[in-house]
């Protein structure tokens, strides 16, 4: 890593692996940013819309009827005053993209999911780190986490892994569960989350 630009560390995560409490306690401990919210309420300014609208999209991918409905033009026949329309797929991810580019360059950052480890492929010091788990492990913090049952956190766990892998496919045309494309990967359920963060800092130091 070159030392004299600030640090970028990304983390994609399984759902219920404990991705963004990892990222907030290795931000806390370095005395660094830690981006998810920032990344949310610039890219609204930026395109206009509300917090809400970008935050349900959060590493998912419009579906093709969705778009077409909100794009198609049918005239009522009571007026109504016009929609702001959502971002595209595309628009969204090159927006966001840039905002988590122009970050990395200023300070040192945690950047969660979004595909960091792609978009700041070129960053000269960058940590990408995959975190993954058991699914049984990861259901039990989902349902514990929501206070919901543990069925509808298996539902909830096996959609959004379904939702990031096609994020992560669409935009980078790879698998996300790929270790090739992480510095590092941890299976939490084994190592532990608060061991994780300490195996991070570890790593962090041995990189030195």
């Not at 090739?180 to 790593?203: H, M, P």
């Amino acid at each position: 890593m070159i030392r004299t630009t600030p640090l970028a560390i990304t983390i994609n995560r399984q759902l219920g692996s404990g991705g963004s409490y990892i990222g907030q306690q290795i931000a806390k401990k370095m005395g660094i940013l830690y981006a998810d919210r920032e990344i949310i309420s610039e890219a609204a300014t930026q395109l206009s819309v509300l917090e809400t609208d970008i935050e349900s999209r959060d590493e998912k991918i419009l579906s093709f009827w969705h778009s077409f409905w909100q794009f198609s033009a049918f005239a009522p026949t009571v007026y109504e005053p016009p929609k702001t329309l959502l971002p595209t797929n595309r628009e969204l991810f090159d927006v966001e993209s840039e905002i988590i580019k122009r970050i990395a360059s200023e300070q040192s950052v945690v950047i969660i999911g979004r595909c960091g480890f792609h978009i700041l492929k070129d960053h000269p010091n960058r940590l990408s780190i995959y975190l993954y788990g058991d699914i049984g492990f990861r259901v039990a913090r989902v349902a514990e986490l929501y206070s919901i049952p543990e069925k509808e956190a298996e539902k909830m766990v096996i959609q959004t892994d379904k939702e990031r892998a096609n994020y992560c496919k669409y935009f980078t045309d790879k698998k996300w569960t790929d270790a090739r494309n992480y510095d590092l990967s941890i299976d939490t359920s084994k190592a532990g989350i608060e061991q994780s963060v300490e195996l991070i800092l570890s790593y962090l130091k041995m990189d030195q």
